[in-house]
């Protein structure tokens, strides 16, 4: 009986496949037959005979070589394979629904008020990711319908562009909401036309009263031509900056009160705050919950991935989506991303600049893209981090101690590495018998990365030379303690003079005090170096030098101080200006 159903040979035959490639090739008959009971519930009372023809085809299948299994998988069940792989990447969950969309759409949707900022780093990140992974499209959408409050500013949008683009996130379409203002209106008045939304021109705090009582304002049920009225003479200019408001009708028994009959369109003295961009061509301006519940159906956007504090907005603009006949696009809102010590204020941000008390957007003291930037924290560790922290909804805190890690991971494998010599204090070093060339790996664990060299070729009757320590290891010195030059010899402590610290030669090799535990300290032969400052996280500035070699190199070049820290170079013109990353 079962033996004659093509179709169930075809699907054991299906399962069986996938099960092979999974097991070198060859297939377990246990989860076959689990799988297929646990889906067809009429074979039950035929499990004998199923075994039997499962076995039947597992035989057949196994007998196949693995390469054979794995091209009649890639062949005939490329999507299985695709949704395997979609799984398996970067551990985040599958997105809801995918099934139901042809292409996957995501967006990021930032007002550009300000710079961009780790905070927004969750919301760009795993759009992008998720596009990415469905092979969808990643829009990008400027927000900026706010010319009084959160009053765009046009270097925003480019500072914007660029900071997506360090990220990684490849946008595959940019919209400006200031360039839509006609496609709001237009939607607005089908809503009056319909009976769903009203111009309302109360006191706002008259309405508020009415709507804790689950009551509707005198504006709510006159006929849709008088809000039609309405709607034109807020069009025009007639009414003034906050004299009437258009609502979306919801419910107004609505459990909470802040959906009840949202606000959707105000009217703003264009004179007084002209938008950068459309400048006080328009006198009515759509509300976040207009604006973005409109424009997420009318870009086509499947999957919206936001912070949960915008849950009640997507139960307001819900209401909005059946007065249209639209469904609601798939909504995942991930739980607060704490950062402890992050800057993350954009008001204050913006206020803290032009008021002097940072350096721009890129001081070093703020979490904003410019400035990890230009510290040398890599958009792979902040993919990462944001990646491994994913779309979860409960409430997450990380430290700026975890971007670090992050980022150590990925630069302590691949950068080179140099002396800097903090707050250098000059140490002579007496006694030395011979010209030495020491050779200091660029990487401790990459010798295929090649060394850098000095030469230190003793003076004078006392055999000496000097070299660049730092202050703080100068204050550790003791007289006849041993300390190792690394790389280079050992030297025996004479005179521990904080400012000018003498010291013998005692011997070359490090076996000779590896045992003794003998500090080892860096340096630079005096005469091989270059000036240097390291601009710290909190703006300080270290003062020192660095080996002469680091003239050479390129502005973004991210290397390791070593004992130091992992530093990015800024500039290499004159005096060598690093920012510092991390330890
Ligand atoms: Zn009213």
Redesign the pocket.
């Known amino acids: 009986m079962l033996r004659e159903n093509t179709e169930l040979k075809e699907e054991i035959r299906k399962v069986a496949l996938l099960n092979a490639v999974q097991h070198d090739g060859k297939a377990q008959p246990g989860p076959i037959i689990g799988k297929l009971l646990g889906e067809r519930q009429e074979l039950r009372t035929q499990a004998k005979e199923l075994t039997a023809l499962i076995n039947e085809i597992l035989a057949e299948v196994n007998s196949l070589p693995v390469e054979e299994q794995k091209r009649i998988v890639t062949e005939k069940y490329p999507q299985v394979v695709e949704k395997k792989k979609v799984e398996e990447e970067k551990h985040l969950p599958p997105l809801p629904n995918a099934d139901k969309y042809k292409q996957i759409v995501t967006r990021f949707s930032p007002n550009p008020d300000c710079v961009l900022h780790l905070g927004s780093a969750r919301a760009i990140l795993l759009s992008h990711e998720y596009a990415r992974i469905y092979k969808g499209k990643f829009v990008l959408r400027f927000e900026d319908t706010d010319p009084k409050v959160k009053r765009p500013s046009l270097e925003f949008y480019d500072s914007i562009r660029g900071d997506l683009a360090w990220l990684g996130c490849k946008v595959d379409e940019e919209y400006i909401q200031s360039d839509r203002i006609p496609i709001y209106y237009e939607y607005a008045e089908r809503l009056i036309g319909d009976g769903n939304a009203y111009v309302?021109?109360?006191v706002p705090d008259e309405?508020r009263k009415l709507t804790l009582l689950s009551q509707p304002?005198?504006?709510?049920n006159l006929p849709p031509e008088e809000h039609m009225e309405r709607w034109r003479r807020m069009l025009d200019g007639s009414y003034k900056e906050g004299v009437a408001v258009l609502r979306v009708k919801t419910d107004l028994n609505h459990p909470n009160p802040a959906v009840r009959d949202w606000p959707a369109m105000r009217v703003i003295d264009s004179q007084k705050y002209p938008h950068p961009r459309v400048g006080s061509k328009y006198h009515a301006w759509p509300l976040y919950n207009l604006a973005a519940g409109l424009d997420d159906h009318l870009l086509g956007i499947t999957h919206i991935i936001r912070g949960k504090e915008h849950l009640t907005n997507g139960v307001r603009q819900e209401f909005m989506y059946r007065h249209l006949g639209w469904e609601y696009p798939q909504a995942i809102h991930y739980g607060r991303l704490k950062i402890t010590g992050a800057f993350l204020s954009k008001s204050k941000i913006v206020a803290g600049i032009r008021a002097g008390e940072f350096s721009g957007f890129d001081d070093p003291r703020l979490a904003t893209f410019a400035a990890l930037r230009k510290r040398g924290i890599t958009p792979e560790a902040i993919k990462k981090m944001i990646v491994d922290v994913g779309p979860r909804p409960i409430d997450a805190t990380l430290s700026w101690e975890n971007l670090y890690s992050y980022n150590r991971k990925i630069l302590d494998p691949t950068v080179n590495r140099y002396f800097f010599v903090a707050e250098p204090i000059k140490l002579k070093v007496k006694g030395i018998p011979k010209v030495f060339k020491a050779e200091l790996p660029m990487h401790p664990e990459k010798p295929e990365k090649g060394t850098r060299q000095h030469i230190v070729t003793p003076q004078g009757e006392n055999k000496e030379a000097f070299f660049f320590v730092t202050k703080k290891d100068a204050a550790t010195m003791e007289a006849g303690k041993v300390v190792r030059l690394m790389e280079l010899f050992n030297v025996q402590i004479e005179s521990a003079n904080a400012d000018s610290p003498v010291a013998l030669f005692t011997s070359e090799s490090y076996e000779d005090v590896r045992k003794a535990k003998a500090q080892l300290i860096h340096w630079i032969p005096v005469g091989d170096e270059c000036p240097c400052k390291v601009v710290m996280p909190d703006a300080s500035v270290v003062e020192g030098v660095a080996e002469s070699l680091c003239k050479q190199l390129k502005p973004s070049t991210v290397i390791q101080f070593e004992r130091f820290g992992f530093v990015r170079i800024d500039n290499a013109e004159e005096k060598i200006v690093a920012y510092y990353a991390h330890k």
């Open positions: 309302c021109t109360c309405f304002c005198p504006c709510r």
